[in-house]
């Protein structure tokens, strides 16, 4: 009965934030298929004739067809780089003491000990060397370093999360190390890890920054088109809602093609 | 009770540390890559720091000047005012993020209908580009057409110029990064709890624990850890990013809103003092990696 109780009130309560959390989110989905006129009326047009004319530009003029293929390549392949460098790292470092983990990881989060302004020039000047300014690959570089920091501390911390005796019941029954890691540790931090391989790729998806000063004009992720609707004198309200919407389709189809790896109970049984 | 590990390496017992290769192997690649990403940068900064180098010089010379940048970075100019700014930007919005954070991943740890569709919604926030959240909250800030006003008027409120007015800026900008970054440490919390096998819980059920000793001994370790990196990486990330300023107040009104990022920003790219802005690069980094240390060694971070 109070189990009951518990759980009523923790739905109320998520409820409850999800409406909070979501009313600008609306707001942008609404006001991506209203008309120009529509957008910035006030009081906001609650009743209004939707049209898609925002999403036609977004495809035709504003070349947004060819920023997602850029974007989802960019992050996607600096969420598979992070993702197997970083929870190998991850996995090496939970199983070393503490403290040298601890050591370990603190050069790890170098990287992001500094503003991106600062990392850009000379990142810009060594690539204009090596003649990768402007070239997808560099973008995908410079997003795998800069998540392996995250990457490597989580997976750490799942790893460290686990109880030992599971590993330990695999090497008594002969198995490597490595054989451990892929065929014992790794299912049972499914979790750590499709939390992880998210937000790496939600990372290298809205990096501005970066994308803009090493993109070199040639390359254009979704980010960037979507500071072109601002400018001076006039802000494009409309395209910038419905180009939220488009960046953020991607995402939740991948979230939630991964739900069903985040079930708990995967290891129930496990250990006996 | 979760499995004590840590002391030995790796396993109990283990005699031949060199038959153990696969775990100092994994560690090599991503950390020559991340050493690799960040000398470079580094070192070339910290070079250019000790220069007198301004793109508007007509020959853009290099001038050794010693530390003079550093010097007047430290006296004159905005630096101080700025880095106030950051501090409390930073710590009053990573701290009310870490609350909500946690809260939200223990209500939908409570496997209650709709988890997945629930979880997925909270998310939203963090999937936009940050420069883009920056827009569409200046637009629901502006105080002749913002949907903010509009709501705060339904209630009786007054409308506010909250992005115009001094005294609100900070608040606001505040205001948008808990909005977009909770989900965050609600995601990575979540997925701490949720890595908790149900077996461990149920041997300390039968143990004779009971709800509050469970929940202290075994759930509030495991989220401790990954909320130290949760916040740490918020910290950091707050710290030295100013995207969503950027298209939400540009700074302002005035420098009220001029966070480090920001500043260092306005002396690169619209003062082109490159070398200036460099010691400014140098000097945050410098306080960051103390304070990142500091906070390790008092959270006696496991």
Redesign the interface.
């Known amino acids: 009965m109070q189990k009951t109780v518990?759980?009523v009130a923790?739905?109320g309560?998520?409820?409850f934030?999800?409406v909070l959390?979501?009313?600008?989110?609306l707001?942008?989905i609404l006001s991506s298929v209203k008309r120009p006129l529509d957008v910035?009326?006030?009081?906001?047009a609650l009743i209004f004739r939707p049209s898609f004319e925002n999403y036609i530009a977004l495809f035709t003029t504003d070349q947004a067809g060819a920023a997602l293929v850029t974007s989802l390549v960019a992050s996607l392949g600096g969420m598979i780089a992070s993702m197997v460098?970083?929870t190998?790292?991850g996995?090496?470092?939970a199983?070393?003491?503490?403290q040298v983990g601890?050591q370990?990881g603190?050069?790890?989060?170098?990287?992001?000990?500094?503003?991106?302004?600062?990392?850009a020039?000379?990142?810009f000047?060594?690539l204009g060397k090596i003649h990768l300014v402007g070239s997808l690959d560099a973008l995908i570089v410079?997003y795998?370093?800069?998540n392996?920091?995250?990457v490597?501390?989580?997976m750490r911390?799942?790893f460290?999360?686990?109880?030992?005796?599971i590993?330990?019941a695999a090497?008594v029954d002969g198995c490597?190390?490595?054989g451990v890691?892929w065929y014992v540790a790794l299912p049972?931090?499914a979790?750590?890890l499709?939390?992880?391989s998210?937000?790496a790729f939600?990372f290298a998806?809205?990096?501005?920054?970066y994308a803009l000063i090493l993109g070199g004009g040639n390359i254009t992720t979704?980010?960037v088109l979507?500071?072109t609707?601002?400018t001076d004198r006039l802000?494009q309200?409309g395209e910038?809602?419905a180009?939220?919407v488009v960046?953020?389709v991607p995402?939740?189809f991948f979230?939630?093609l991964f739900?069903r790896y985040?079930l708990?109970?995967?290891?129930?049984?496990?250990?006996k | 009770m979760v499995g004590h590990f840590g002391s030995w390496w790796p396993w109990p017992g283990v005699r031949h540390r060199w038959r153990h290769w696969f775990i100092t192997f994994s560690i090599l690649p991503a950390l020559l890559a991340v050493l690799a990403g960040s000398i470079y940068p580094f070192g070339y900064t910290l070079f250019v720091s000790f220069h007198d180098y301004n793109l508007t010089y007509s020959n853009a010379a290099f001038t050794f000047n010693g530390l003079s940048n550093y010097l007047s970075l430290l006296t004159v100019g905005d630096f101080w005012y700025s880095l106030r700014v950051s501090a409390i930007f930073t710590v009053v919005a990573v701290s009310i993020e870490l609350a909500l954070g946690v809260l939200l991943a223990s209500l939908l740890n409570y496997e209650v209908f709709g988890r997945n569709l629930f979880r997925s919604l909270l998310l939203t926030p963090m999937t936009i580009a940050p420069i883009v959240v920056g827009l569409i909250w200046r637009w629901l800030y502006n105080a002749e057409y913002g949907l903010i006003n509009y709501i705060l008027g339904i209630f009786g409120g007054r409308p506010q110029a909250w992005v115009v007015n001094p005294h609100l800026a900070l608040g606001a900008i505040i205001i948008t990064d808990i909005w977009e970054w909770t989900p965050f440490i609600m995601l990575i919390v979540l997925a701490g709890l949720q890595t908790v096998p149900v077996d461990v819980i149920e041997a300390a059920i039968l143990d004779g624990a009971n709800s509050w000793q469970r929940l202290r001994f075994v759930v509030l370790p495991i989220i401790r850890n990954v909320m130290l990196i949760g916040a740490t990486f918020r910290l950091l990330d707050a710290f030295r990013s100013a995207d969503t300023i950027f298209s939400l107040t540009g700074g302002g009104p005035g420098r009220v809103t001029t966070v480090e990022p920001y500043n260092l920003y306005l002396q690169a790219f619209q003062d082109f003092r490159i070398g200036y802005a460099a010691a400014m690069s140098i000097v945050l980094i410098g306080l960051t990696t103390l304070v990142v240390s500091g906070l390790m060694k008092i959270a006696q971070f496991e």
Not at chain 1, 21 to 25: A, E, K, T, Y
Not at chain 1, 205 to 209: H, Q
Not at chain 1, 264 to 271: E, Y
Request: proline content about 8%.
């Open positions: 518990g759980k923790a739905f309560g998520v409820c934030f999800t959390f979501w009313i600008p989110l707001w942008i910035t009326s006030y009081p906001p460098l970083g190998l790292a996995y090496g470092l199983k070393l003491s503490a601890r370990i603190f050069y790890f989060l170098s990287t992001r000990f500094a503003p991106p302004i600062a990392l020039l000379p990142l000047l060594l410079v795998s370093l800069f392996l920091p995250l490597v501390w989580l911390q799942f460290r999360d686990l109880p030992g005796e590993e330990e090497v490597s190390d490595a890691f049972l931090v979790p750590g499709v939390a992880t998210v937000l939600l998806w809205n990096e501005f920054f979704l980010p979507a500071s609707f601002a802000i309200w910038l809602s180009i939220c960046a953020g995402i939740a979230a939630t739900q985040l708990r109970g995967l290891t129930f049984g496990a250990v």
